[in-house]
């Protein structure tokens, strides 16, 4: 693929993530509001509304204007590495965690009383291990991806090439 092929994929998948994720949070949002949890596989899965101030499972609850700025470094790092992919495998998990991240960037942002101190949306009950959103399936199935490739040795972007080095037979450029 062409490297704007490739940013195409990163930045367009990027794009589908959060549009899909803020569209499934304004739903949980106006739907799910002061309703009890919906077993959907019984206690296996279900859905129910919840907002989280924290990281995963509420970790860092009392430090939201930190895990803002994390999440701002993250999206930008994940954006700044957008442009070294040179596989479309690798584009495709870049792209599903920047796209996770500038979601949840979103909400910790925005979702608040005050710039940044948003909590992050979340609806997909997991048994009552862990309630999450469609930006935590986008993060994970990355991180999940990213550790397969790696383990595959399927490399991040290509080694860039030398220029070739002229052996001292070779005529120079230049005419007496």
Known sequence: MSKRSLLALTFGLAAFWIVVDQATK???????????RIPLLGDWFGLVL??????AFGIGAGF????????GVAAIGLGVLAFRVTT???????????GGAISHFFDRLLR???LGSGKIVD?????GFFVGNVADIALVGAA????????RGRPFS?????????SPSMPSDRQP
Request: net charge negative; no cysteine; aromatic share 12%.
């Open 50 to 55: 919840v907002y989280n101030p924290g990281a």
């Open 144 to 151: 999940i991806g990213g550790v397969l490739l790696s383990m």
């Open 112 to 114: 608040g009383e005050e």
């Open 158 to 166: 290509e080694p860039e090439r030398p220029a070739p080095e002229r």
């Open 64 to 71: 939201v204007w930190i895990l803002t700025v994390i999440a």
């Open 123 to 127: 609806f997909l009950d997991y048994g």
């Open 88 to 98: 479309p495998l690798w584009a495709i998990v870049i792209g599903s965690m920047l």
């Open 26 to 36: 304004f739903w949980a949002e106006t739907t799910l509001a002061d309703q009890p």
